[in-house]
């Protein structure tokens, strides 16, 4: 048996410690080797949850210490092209959390200097394993929704008690890294976006809620909304509506939450990405109504695909330049809020 892909994790503030190490441990062929980390309190959690394992002040630190295969950066946004230039100067696989860069140019020459020195590169992309896009996308290649003409999808949350953070540049950005991603790469390229945001008063440009809506090349209209200083109960997570009905599904798989309560595969198989019945969606029709079972949430399989990407076994889960797809149709959705307008692709 091949010795696992050993995997080093820059940063272990919210993202790299709890969406990322619990992960990792979870994924076949993966483990956790080494930690960036330079706070005092991130440092003693390290050492907390992985007593056996070194902990370094940099990249090239580890990089240098040889107990790395491969590393995923989990820091703030205007870090990452800094450290994934540093990373790749290493030859080592490399991903970068989403938004993996500001904008769509900064992110072109990024994957150019990676396709260069022949470095893998992906971005963490990991709502493409959310349970309920996962049923979402089953149904549809299944047929039972007819020719699709409307998407929507929402990702909204609660205000957190700190108010809206402006290390990921504002919902839109944040947010909007992943539901442009999940359109995109369910729907197909766009041909056309309308945005709009609600700028935070006294914080802006910093906004906390956007709607965009996209007309795909395929005639599939998406709208898609972010919130992050949500009022009142939320809508469905995902609403499709085709030419033989409409299905909707919540949001959740649970799984956020039990990452966010230290909780591991191990601790908690009966929650891992399970879905319970109430939040099963419901496909409508004028003939019928009928629930449909929830796919399991299966986040660690980005991180197995890219174990075996790493062996050269396979492709990497996430092209890089889908992530840049959907930056540049970002960046076109910025450009509508600025002038009010339809902006064609």
Request: proline residues 7%.
């Amino acid at each position: 048996m091949q010795n696992p892909v050993r995997i080093g994790v820059v940063g272990f503030n919210k993202g790299g410690r709890y969406f990322h190490a619990p992960l990792i441990d979870a994924a076949k062929g993966c483990e956790v080797a080494a930690i960036v980390a330079r706070s005092a309190d991130r440092v003693a959690a390290a050492k907390k949850d992985y007593p056996d394992k070194p902990v370094f002040a940099s990249i090239s630190e580890m990089a240098k210490a040889d107990v790395i295969d491969a590393l995923v950066i989990s820091t703030p946004l205007d870090t990452h092209l800094a450290l994934a230039r540093e990373s790749l100067a290493f030859g080592l696989p490399t991903i970068i959390d989403k938004p993996f860069a500001p904008n769509a140019s900064l992110a072109r020459l990024l994957l150019e200097e990676a396709q260069a020195q022949k470095v893998l590169l992906s971005v963490y992309q990991n709502r493409r394993w959310d349970a309920d896009y996962l049923t979402v996308k089953k149904l549809i290649a299944s047929g039972q929704l007819g020719d699709i003409w409307l998407y929507e999808s929402r990702m909204e949350q609660y205000c957190p008690p700190d108010g809206v953070p402006d290390s990921g540049g504002g919902v839109l950005l944040d947010f909007g890294s992943h539901v442009f991603d999940q359109t995109l790469h369910l729907l197909g390229p766009a041909e056309q976006i309308y945005a709009e945001v609600h700028p935070i008063p006294g914080r802006e440009p910093l906004e906390d809620r956007f709607f965009a809506s996209v007309l795909h090349k395929n005639g599939v209209r998406s709208h898609l909304t972010g919130d992050f200083n949500l009022q009142g109960s939320p809508a469905p997570r995902f609403r499709v509506t085709g030419s033989k009905g409409t299905f909707a599904i919540a949001s959740d798989d649970g799984l956020t939450a039990v990452l966010l309560e230290g909780g591991r595969l191990a601790s908690h198989p009966d929650r891992w990405g399970k879905v319970s019945e109430r939040n099963w969606g419901r496909l409508e029709s004028p003939e019928k109504s009928q629930v449909i079972a929830s796919e399991d949430g299966a986040w660690p399989n980005y991180y197995e695909q890219f174990a075996l990407a790493v062996r050269g076994l396979g492709p990497l889960p996430v092209d890089p330049w889908d992530s840049l797809a959907a930056l540049s149709l970002l960046d076109a959705a910025l450009q509508s809020v600025k002038t009010g307008q339809v902006i064609k692709l």
